[in-house]
């Protein structure tokens, strides 16, 4: 073995330029394979070179568990080589060249194994988190129906007992209105358990023929109920139809939890508007003749409080919640966000919390029925044209 | 007026059912669950059972079943406090022949009741 004068303390030591160098007391994976490499270069035709390949081999495993990227690699063997070169001018390049090889090959192979097996952990992980969410969904759909069905009991004990409570009084006396007011707040207790089993509802989706335009009344009319009087709701129709292939329930789930998003958004007062408008999308895929493929743009728009951008990131992340406790699941918005891409359409929301234009807006847009299919499921017909 | 056995078990609930029909003339006799109401079904047969569907021991499903294996035809209104169809598969009209005649959700007025009476007595 070779022994260079040059550097009396560590004769294999050629050291990296100082910035490639990490500050930890560890030699960095770059100084290691720096090290490995020189003492390849260095080492006489015969020497045994194994324990410096197996340290190359770990050194690539050593770099996927820190993260370090692919093409890092490739700069790492450069600035190893360019700092041995530095180091030992004496080397010549044959010398170099057939040594440093099997040092490069065998941290590229361990590299390669533990990148695959890493990301073969990360998609299990992945999957393995989704499906403990799927569990999670499911427990909470189990808890709903069971806690709505002992707040009907509740409220049936409330209506009839206020029912008859009410018989005492007299048309005008203040007991009368009272009882009234007991009445009212249950009915609109009765409403929101109506709401939650909605949720709760495990029955897989039975897609349909919908138009949303009609839909969206209904909608409104079991809202009305559950929000204050206060607060206003806006229907504008920029269209007669808009047919889209879903579930009912699906749509109103989605304008239901938009709204409500919406209406806990304002102190009291305030204004929702939904709104459903066309929106053509032609993309140069159907320019040749064939027909544009047709959006429906339904936005739900508040002038409440608004949403700040940092929890604007993860308003569609399930368990999610900016509400009091007790006020909000968390689940709101990623179920719209879960119908809605199952749906084949896509949601975006904007937000101002403060200014004139302060406030939300969430755009969902859904793909239409082609005209064609539409007519079909209206007359039984014949393909037009085709 | 007739006479209408009660099966509920909740309290509060029933008391409240019981103190409505008794104001309506009706002669009202309880049970606590499905298990207590066959019991009660042996020794005197009722006009009308109001029975409700989720209950300890015997649901309300076990005993719309048992009182159609015993040939009891007492006409029932069945009362729910969960899902509007009694269960997945025991619909509304399953339910019709085996002598349901009304269902009920929970809450609900005395207007309901009345209409539900008088279609199950009819």
């Known amino acids: 073995m070779r022994v260079d004068t040059q550097n009396p303390k560590n004769p294999m030591r050629a050291d990296l330029p100082r910035s490639t160098r990490e500050s930890s007391t560890a030699p960095s994976v770059a100084q290691r394979y720096c090290d490995i490499l020189a003492s390849v270069a260095l080492a006489a035709p015969d020497d045994n070179i194994e324990g410096q390949l197996t340290e190359a081999f770990e050194l690539g495993r050593a770099a996927v568990d820190q993260g370090i990227p692919p093409d890092e690699l490739t700069n790492m063997h450069h600035l190893a080589v360019m700092a041995l070169a530095d180091a030992h001018p004496q080397l010549g390049l044959a010398q170099i060249a057939s040594q440093m090889t099997r040092p490069l090959m065998e941290m590229s192979m361990a590299y390669g194994l533990a990148f695959r097996q890493q990301m073969q952990s990360r998609y299990e992980n992945m999957v393995n988190t989704r499906l403990e969410e799927s569990r999670k969904l499911e427990a909470i759909g189990t808890l709903a129906a069971g806690i709505a069905h002992d707040f009907n009991n509740l409220l049936g004990s409330i209506v009839g007992f206020a029912e008859m409570a009410g018989d005492s009084f007299k048309e005008g006396e203040p007991g009368k209105y009272n009882i009234e007011q007991v009445l009212k707040a249950s009915f609109r207790a009765r409403d929101l358990v109506a709401r939650m089993l909605t949720f709760a509802r495990q029955s897989p989706a039975k897609a349909m023929a919908v138009d949303v335009v009609r839909e969206v009344p209904e909608v409104i009319a079991l809202l009305r109920a559950s929000l204050l009087p206060s607060v206003e709701l806006v229907f504008v129709a920029e269209v007669e139809h808009a047919r889209i292939w879903a579930d009912p329930s699906q749509i109103q789930q989605i304008i239901m939890n938009l709204c409500i998003n919406a209406a806990d958004a304002m102190d009291d007062h305030g204004s929702i508007m939904i709104r459903l408008a066309p929106l053509s999308d032609v993309s140069p895929q159907h320019a040749a003749g064939a027909q544009a493929a047709q959006h429906i743009c339904l936005s739900v728009s508040d002038n409440g409080s608004g949403i700040s951008p940092e929890a604007l990131n993860r308003v569609f992340d399930p368990f999610f919640t900016t509400k009091a406790p007790g006020k909000g699941s968390g689940l709101g918005l990623s179920v719209v966000y879960g119908i809605v891409t199952s749906l084949g359409g896509n949601i975006k929301v904007e937000s101002r919390t403060r200014g004139e234009q302060r406030g939300t807006e969430f755009k969902v847009v859904l793909p239409l029925l082609a005209c064609n299919e539409a007519e079909k499921e209206e007359q039984h017909g014949e393909h037009p044209g085709n | ?122």
């Open chain 2, 1 to 122: 007026m007739a006479n209408i056995l009660v099966i509920d078990d909740d309290e509060q609930f029933r008391g409240m059912l019981v103190q409505m029909l008794t104001l309506d003339a009706h002669h009202v006799s309880i049970a606590t669950d499905g298990e207590m109401g066959l019991n009660m079904l042996e020794r005197s047969t009722p006009d009308l059972i109001i029975t409700d569907i989720l209950m300890p021991k015997l649901d309300g499903i076990d005993f719309i079943l048992e009182l159609a294996r015993r040939h009891i035809s007492v006409p029932v209104i069945a009362v729910s406090g969960g899902r509007r169809s009694i269960s997945a598969d025991f619909n509304l009209e399953s339910a019709t022949l085996l002598g349901v005649k009304a269902t009920l959700s929970k809450p609900f007025v005395r207007e309901d009741l009345r209409r539900a009476l008088v279609k199950a007595l009819a």
